[in-house]
C-alpha cells in the first residue's frame, strides 16, 4: 500500500506518490507523512543530487526560491506565526528540505525547540490521509501553483 514511500521520488515521476502537491522547477512539493503542525510539506529535488552543496550556484537559487514559494504558500494557506526550514539530509540519501509551519497554539517551550523533539506519539497521530487532510493538500496546491505561476 505504501510502496511509494520507498522511492519518493521515482514514485512521484510516475505519478504514483499520493503526497505530491506539485511539481516546481527544481522537484516536487509533498506534503509531509505528519501533520501534527497542519500544513508541513517537504520539497524533494530533482535531478536527485546528494546535498544542496552538489548543485552550481544558479541551481542553489533555485532550490532554495522554490523552497521559499513552499513556506509562502503553507502562510497564506494555514497562517502560522512563523516558517522552519530543515535540509538535513542525515536519514534520506537526497537533498530534499522540510518546511516547518510554527504555530501560536504550541506550548511556548515546545515551540523554542526543533520539531524533531516531539514526542513520537504525536508524529504517529497524524498520519496524512486524504480524508483527513485531503483538503488542506488541495489548498496547498492551488495556492503554490498560484505563486509558481506568478513567480516563474
Sequence with gaps: MDDW???RIGSALRGENPSVIARMKTGFAVIGDTQFLPG?????????????NDLDAEARKDFLFDMSLIGDAITEVCKPLRINYEILGNTDPY???HIFPRYEWEEEEQRKRPVWLYPREQWNECQFSEERYGYLKQRLSMKLKELMDRHY
Design 5 to 7: 514511500k520507498k522511492d
Design 40 to 52: 508541513y510539506c517537504l520539497l524533494l529535488s530533482y535531478p536527485v543530487v546528494g546535498s544542496l
Design 95 to 97: 537533498l530534499h528540505a
